[in-house]
C-alpha cells in the first residue's frame, strides 16, 4: 500500500497543509473517459422484510399470506404501483417518482449465498462478499477499490472510500484506505495539536497516525466550519423517536453525499442504517416498517439533492443481510427469513423496473415453507454495478471482490 | 520498586483493571497478580445501590408517568375541541375557516404541552444507574472485577433504546449479582429478568395450542430463543437448527412480566404465564423436555450452560476481550477447560486467566474500548465523580452509547470496528483536557501514576506541548492510554 510512503514529515506538515493535501487533487476513477462515476452503499442492518416494502399484490396467494397486514393498490395508504404486478411502500413516494423516472430500479426475491438466519453471519456475508461468514476482515467495495487501483487508471490516494458512523462498514474496510465521518457535536482538537499527535504516532503507532490522517484529510475537504455546544443539550441521547430517526437518516446520508459530490473527495462509500429487525408489531402500512422506509425515502431525497450536478453519475445501492419470514408470526411482526428486496437509484441508472424471477407465495414455493424463496443472487446485481459503473473487469469482480462467483453473472443493463 | 515491576502493575491495571490512578501501583506491591485475585474477594455489589429503584419499580413508574401523560393529552384535546366548536359560528366566511386552522393549531400545542407537563421518569434513572456505575469504576483500586462486570453486561446486552426505565437496575440485579458467581445462575437470571424478555420480544410470544394462542390469532417469537443460543451460550454455527430455534422459542413461551397497570406490588416483576406456554414435550438438541412450567425453559438453559460449545465460545470472548483481538489458543483452552472442570465457575475462571503467563506474554497490542478508556483517562487525574449527562454523552459522541448497543450481540471487540473512531477520541481528550487543566498535572500522571512507565517519545511531545492542555490532550492520546 502506497499510503505510509507518502506520510509526510513533521516539518512538511507544519510548514502548511497544502502540500499535505496536494494529490487530492489528482484525477480518479475514469477520468480519461471523460466520466466520473459516485457509488454510495447502505446497508440496512436488522433484515428488511422485502414484501413489507415491495408487495406482489399482482400474485394470487398475496392477501392469502399476509391477510389484513398485506399492503394493497386499495388499501390504507394506498400501496404506490409499480407494474402490473408489484406496488411500493406508501412511505416511499420519493422512491417512486424515481422509479417512474427511470431514476431506481428494484431488485426482488433477491439474497446473498447466506443460507442460515443469524443476522451478524447474514451481515458478515453480504459485505465481505465471499460466500461464508468469518471468511476475511475485508469488504468488497474496499476490494473493489484497490482492483482499480491496479488497474492503473485511478490515483490511489485520491479516490478513497468514505464511511460513516463510528463504526467503519465491514463492506468499506480492508487495505484502501477509508476516511470516517460521524456527526460532528464538540469543537475539534486544534489543528497543531493534531499535526502534533500526529507526529507521536509515526513515531509510536503506525496504524493510528493512518486513522489520524485520514481523518485530517477529510476535515480539510469540509473546511473549517462553525459547530454547536461542547457536549450540550445534545438531543441524540434520548431514545430515538422516529422524527429523530429520519433526521439521522436524512444527516448521514445527505452529508455523504456532499462529500462523494466534492470534485476532490471520495468515489465510494458506505453507511448502515438499523433498526429492520421488526419481530413484534411489524407495521407495513402504519407503524414502525412504514416509519422506517419513510425515514430512508427521506434519505434518499438528501441524496439527490446534495448530489446536485454529479447526479447523473450516481448510483445508489441498498441492501440488508437476508429477509424475513413470509407469513406474519404470532407477535405481528416477522422472524428472519430470506428473499428480499435491494433498492437501486441514482441518476445513472437504467431503472423503472422490478427484476424479479418472481417465485411464488404457494407454501410448496416458500424456501423451507416459510421464506421468500431467492431467486436472484445479489451478487449478480452488485457484480453488474461494479463492472458497468465503476468499470471493473468481470474476472477481477471473480476471483477477488467476489471470490469464487465466476458463475454468478453480472446482471447487465443496470447503468444509462 | 523495580522497574520491571512497575511495568508488570501497569500492565495489571491497564490489561485486566480499569487503569492506573493516583496510588494504585504502590497499593499493587509486588504481586499484581495476587492483587487481582484478592480483589475479587471483595464485594462486588453498589453501595449506593439501595437508593435506586428495582426495575420492576422503575418500570411501573414509567408505565404510570405514560398512563398519565396520555390521560392529559386526551383531556387537552377535548377541551380544545369543545371551545372550537363554540366557537364555530353557524355561517362559515374564509376568515372564520382559516380561524378553525389556527384553532387546530392551538389543539395540537395543547396537547403537546399537556405531554411535556409529565416528562419521562426513564431518563432521570438511567443518569443515575450511569453515574453510579461509572464512579465504582473510577473508585475501584484496580477495577479487575469491574471490568468483569462490564463484560458480562455486554455479553447478556440490552438495549436502553427499547427499555431504558430497566436498563440499569438489569446489570445491577441480572449481571452484577453473578458475574463472580456459576454461569448458569448468571444465565438463568438474565434470561429470566424482564428487562431481557422485554428486549428479546418474548413478553407476548405464546404457542400455538396455548389458551391464549387458541384463543387468539397470535402465536410465536423466535428472537430470544435464537439469541441465547448464538450470542450467549453455544454461539453461531455450532450445530443447533432451525427446528431446535422453533422448539426452544415454544419452551420460552409464558416467560413474561406482570402488567405494571394489574399490579402496583408486583407489576414489572417476572412471571411465568401458563396460558402463553404452549402445552407438551419439546425436543431440543436432540434431548426431550417434557416439564409442564418454566422448570422446561430451565432445564434447557442448564444444559445450554453445560454445553461444551458454550464454555469454548465463553471461554474465546473473555481471552479476546482482555488479552488479544487473536488471543492465543492455549489461553482459550485453558479458560475453555476451567470453565469445563468448575461447572462454570466465572470467579475460578477470572483468576485462571490472570494466573496465565499466555495473558501476559504479549504486547500491549489491544485498542481499549471507547468506555474504557474514557473511564482510564479519568482515572488518571483522580477525579472519581461524574457528571452523567456529559458522560453518557461522551460515549455517544465516541460510538459506544452506555446501555445502547444496535443490536443483541453487544459491542464489538476488535480493533477494526474501533480505530478508525480514534480521531473522535483526541475531540473529547481536547475538550476534558481543557476542563481540568486547572486540576491537572501531565507530569504528575506521567511520573507519580504511571510510575514514569511512558514511552519515551510521549514525555518528549508532553514535555514540549505548547500548553497544558495540549500536553494533556496528547498524553490521553498517547498509545499508553489507547492500547493496554
Same mark, same amino acid.
Given at each position: 500500500m502506497g499510503f505510509h510512503r507518502h506520510l509526510p514529515t513533521r516539518r512538511e506538515l507544519l510548514a502548511g497543509s497544502g502540500a499535505l493535501f496536494a494529490w487530492s487533487q489528482m484525477p480518479r476513477i475514469a477520468r480519461a473517459e471523460g466520466r466520473d462515476p459516485r457509488l454510495l452503499v447502505i446497508i440496512l442492518r436488522g433484515a428488511l422484510d422485502g414484501l413489507g416494502a415491495v408487495a406482489p399484490v399482482g400474485d394470487p396467494d398475496w392477501i392469502g399470506l399476509r391477510g389484513d397486514r398485506a399492503l394493497l393498490l386499495d388499501g390504507k395508504p394506498p400501496a404506490l404501483p409499480l407494474d402490473s404486478f408489484f406496488a411500493l411502500n406508501p412511505a416511499m413516494p420519493n422512491l417512486h417518482r424515481l422509479y417512474k423516472s427511470g431514476k431506481a430500479a428494484i431488485v426482488h426475491a433477491a439474497a446473498t449465498p447466506y443460507r442460515e438466519r443469524s443476522h451478524f453471519d447474514g451481515q458478515d456475508v453480504l459485505e465481505s462478499g465471499f460466500t461464508r461468514p468469518g471468511a476475511t476482515a475485508s469488504g468488497w467495495l474496499n476490494r473493489a477499490l484497490l482492483a482499480m487501483e491496479s488497474g492503473g487508471r485511478v490515483d490511489p490516494r485520491g479516490s478513497r472510500a468514505l464511511g460513516i458512523g463510528s463504526v467503519t462498514p465491514l463492506v468499506v474496510r480492508g487495505a484502501a484506505p477509508v476516511m470516517t465521518w460521524v456527526p460532528q457535536r464538540i469543537l475539534p482538537a486544534s489543528e497543531d495539536t493534531q499535526n502534533r499527535l500526529l507526529d507521536l504516532y509515526q513515531h509510536t503507532d503506525p496504524k493510528l497516525a493512518t486513522v489520524l490522517q485520514a481523518r485530517?484529510?477529510?476535515?480539510?475537504?469540509? %473546511?473549517?466550519? #462553525? /459547530?454547536?455546544?461542547?457536549?450540550?443539550?445534545?438531543?441524540? @441521547?434520548?431514545?430515538? *423517536?422516529? &422524527?429523530?430517526? =429520519?433526521?439521522?437518516?436524512?444527516?448521514?446520508?445527505?452529508?455523504?453525499?456532499?462529500?462523494?459530490?466534492?470534485?476532490?473527495?471520495?468515489?465510494?462509500?458506505?453507511?448502515?442504517?438499523?433498526?429492520?429487525?421488526?419481530?413484534?408489531?411489524?407495521?407495513?402500512?402504519?407503524?414502525?416498517?412504514?416509519?422506517?422506509?419513510?425515514?430512508?425515502?427521506?434519505?434518499?431525497?438528501?441524496?439527490?439533492?446534495?448530489?446536485?450536478?454529479?447526479?447523473?453519475?450516481?448510483?445508489?445501492?441498498?441492501?440488508?443481510?437476508?429477509?424475513?419470514?413470509?407469513?406474519?408470526? %404470532?407477535?405481528? #411482526? /416477522?422472524?428472519?427469513?430470506?428473499?428480499?428486496?435491494?433498492? @437501486?437509484?441514482?441518476? *445513472?441508472? &437504467?431503472?423503472? =423496473?422490478v427484476i424479479a424471477d418472481w417465485p411464488g407465495l404457494k407454501p410448496a414455493q416458500l424456501l423451507d415453507d416459510r421464506d421468500l424463496k431467492p431467486t436472484t443472487d445479489l451478487r449478480a446485481v452488485l457484480k453488474g454495478l461494479l463492472r458497468d459503473h465503476l468499470r471493473i473487469e468481470e474476472k477481477i469482480l471473480a476471483d477477488t471482490v467476489f471470490p469464487d462467483s465466476a458463475e454468478i453473472k453480472p446482471v447487465g443493463g443496470l447503468v444509462g | 520498586m523495580s522497574n520491571s515491576a512497575k511495568a508488570e502493575a501497569v500492565l495489571a491495571l491497564q490489561r485486566f483493571g480499569m487503569g492506573p490512578r493516583p496510588g494504585s501501583i504502590a497499593a499493587m506491591g509486588s504481586d499484581p497478580r495476587g492483587a487481582l485475585i484478592a480483589e475479587l474477594d471483595r464485594p462486588l455489589a453498589l453501595a449506593e445501590a439501595a437508593s435506586l429503584p428495582s426495575s420492576a419499580k422503575a418500570f411501573r413508574?414509567?408505565?404510570?408517568?405514560?398512563?398519565?401523560?396520555?390521560?392529559?393529552?386526551?383531556?387537552?384535546?377535548?377541551?380544545?375541541?369543545?371551545?372550537?366548536?363554540?366557537?364555530?359560528?353557524?355561517?362559515?366566511?374564509?376568515?372564520?375557516?382559516?380561524?378553525?386552522?389556527?384553532?387546530?393549531?392551538?389543539?395540537?400545542?395543547?396537547?403537546?404541552?399537556?405531554?411535556?407537563?409529565?416528562?419521562?421518569?426513564?431518563?432521570?434513572?438511567?443518569?443515575?444507574?450511569?453515574?453510579?456505575?461509572?464512579?465504582?469504576?473510577?473508585?475501584?483500586?484496580?477495577?479487575?472485577?469491574?471490568?468483569?462486570?462490564?463484560?458480562?453486561?455486554?455479553?447478556?446486552?440490552?438495549?436502553?433504546?427499547?427499555?431504558?426505565?430497566?436498563?440499569?437496575?438489569?446489570?445491577?440485579?441480572?449481571?452484577?449479582?453473578?458475574?463472580?458467581?456459576?454461569?448458569?445462575?448468571?444465565?438463568?437470571?438474565?434470561?429470566?429478568?424482564?428487562?431481557?424478555?422485554?428486549?428479546?420480544?418474548?413478553?407476548?410470544?405464546?404457542?400455538?395450542?396455548?389458551?391464549?394462542?387458541?384463543?387468539?390469532?397470535?402465536?410465536?417469537?423466535?428472537?430470544?430463543?435464537?439469541?441465547?443460543?448464538?450470542?450467549?451460550?453455544?454461539?453461531?454455527?455450532?450445530?443447533?437448527?432451525?427446528?431446535?430455534?422453533?422448539?426452544?422459542?415454544?419452551?420460552?413461551?409464558?416467560?413474561?412480566?406482570?402488567?405494571?397497570?394489574?399490579?402496583?406490588?408486583?407489576?414489572?416483576?417476572?412471571?411465568?404465564?401458563?396460558?402463553?406456554?404452549?402445552?407438551?414435550?419439546?425436543?431440543?438438541?436432540?434431548?426431550?423436555?417434557?416439564?409442564?412450567?418454566?422448570?422446561?425453559?430451565?432445564?434447557?438453559?442448564?444444559?445450554?450452560?453445560?454445553?461444551?460449545?458454550?464454555?469454548?465460545?465463553?471461554?474465546?470472548?473473555l481471552a479476546r476481550h482482555f488479552v488479544a483481538d487473536e488471543p492465543p489458543p492455549a489461553l482459550v483452552e485453558h479458560l475453555a477447560r476451567t470453565f469445563r472442570d468448575t461447572e462454570g465457575d466465572l470467579k475460578q475462571v477470572a483468576i485462571a486467566m490472570v494466573s496465565s503467563d499466555e495473558a501476559w506474554r504479549g504486547p500491549p497490542s489491544k485498542l481499549k474500548r471507547p468506555g474504557e478508556w474514557v473511564v482510564g483517562m479519568v482515572r488518571a487525574t483522580g477525579i472519581t465523580q461524574v457528571d452523567p449527562v456529559l458522560y453518557t454523552g461522551g460515549q455517544q459522541l465516541l460510538g459506544e452509547p452506555l446501555w445502547r448497543p444496535s443490536a443483541p450481540k453487544g459491542y464489538p471487540d476488535d480493533e477494526a470496528s474501533w480505530i478508525d473512531g480514534v480521531g473522535r477520541r483526541l475531540d473529547v481528550a481536547n475538550n476534558f483536557a481543557e476542563h481540568i487543566t486547572g486540576m491537572a498535572d501531565p507530569q504528575v500522571i506521567i511520573e507519580d501514576v504511571f510510575a514514569s512507565q511512558i514511552a519515551p517519545e510521549v514525555k518528549q511531545a508532553v514535555g514540549r506541548a505548547e500548553s497544558r492542555q495540549q500536553a494533556l490532550a496528547l498524553l490521553f492520546m498517547s498509545v499508553d492510554f489507547q492500547r493496554r
Open positions: 485530517m484529510k477529510l476535515a480539510s475537504l469540509d %473546511g473549517p466550519r #462553525g /459547530t454547536g455546544d461542547p457536549m450540550s443539550d445534545d438531543p441524540t @441521547l434520548a431514545p430515538p *423517536g422516529i &422524527a429523530r430517526v =429520519r433526521a439521522y437518516f436524512t444527516e448521514a446520508a445527505g452529508t455523504a453525499a456532499r462529500y462523494l459530490a466534492k470534485p476532490d473527495g471520495p468515489r465510494v462509500g458506505a453507511m448502515g442504517f438499523v433498526g429492520w429487525d421488526t419481530h413484534i408489531a411489524e407495521g407495513a402500512a402504519s407503524g414502525q416498517l412504514y416509519n422506517l422506509l419513510g425515514a430512508l425515502d427521506g434519505a434518499f431525497a438528501a441524496i439527490e439533492s446534495n448530489m446536485g450536478e454529479v447526479w447523473h453519475e450516481t448510483v445508489v445501492a441498498v441492501v440488508t443481510e437476508f429477509g424475513r419470514t413470509a407469513r406474519i408470526n %404470532g407477535t405481528q #411482526g /416477522t422472524d428472519h427469513g430470506t428473499g428480499t428486496v435491494a433498492f @437501486l437509484i441514482g441518476g *445513472g441508472l &437504467a431503472g423503472g =423496473r | 413508574t414509567v408505565a404510570d408517568a405514560n398512563a398519565r401523560r396520555t390521560a392529559r393529552v386526551k383531556q387537552a384535546q377535548q377541551q380544545a375541541k369543545k371551545q372550537q366548536m363554540a366557537a364555530a359560528a353557524p355561517a362559515m366566511s374564509e376568515d372564520q375557516a382559516q380561524g378553525q386552522v389556527q384553532d387546530k393549531d392551538a389543539a395540537e400545542t395543547a396537547a403537546r404541552q399537556a405531554a411535556d407537563a409529565v416528562p419521562d421518569p426513564g431518563r432521570p434513572m438511567y443518569l443515575q444507574e450511569a453515574k453510579l456505575r461509572t464512579e465504582a469504576a473510577l473508585a475501584a483500586e484496580i477495577g479487575f472485577a469491574e471490568r468483569l462486570v462490564w463484560f458480562w453486561s455486554n455479553h447478556f446486552c440490552i438495549s436502553a433504546n427499547k427499555i431504558q426505565s430497566m436498563s440499569g437496575a438489569y446489570e445491577r440485579e441480572a449481571v452484577r449479582a453473578n458475574a463472580l458467581g456459576r454461569f448458569v445462575d448468571l444465565l438463568l437470571a438474565v434470561e429470566g429478568h424482564p428487562a431481557m424478555l422485554f428486549y428479546l420480544d418474548n413478553l407476548e410470544s405464546m404457542g400455538a395450542n396455548s389458551i391464549a394462542g387458541i384463543n387468539r390469532s397470535r402465536g410465536l417469537n423466535e428472537n430470544i430463543a435464537r439469541e441465547i443460543m448464538e450470542l450467549h451460550t453455544l454461539g453461531v454455527r455450532t450445530g443447533y437448527t432451525q427446528d431446535d430455534v422453533i422448539s426452544f422459542a415454544n419452551v420460552m413461551t409464558g416467560w413474561t412480566l406482570v402488567p405494571p397497570g394489574a399490579d402496583p406490588q408486583h407489576g414489572g416483576e417476572f412471571t411465568f404465564n401458563p396460558r402463553l406456554h404452549e402445552p407438551g414435550g419439546q425436543t431440543v438438541l436432540g434431548k426431550r423436555y417434557e416439564q409442564e412450567d418454566a422448570e422446561q425453559g430451565r432445564a434447557v438453559l442448564r444444559d445450554l450452560a453445560a454445553h461444551p460449545a458454550t464454555s469454548t465460545h465463553v471461554a474465546t470472548k
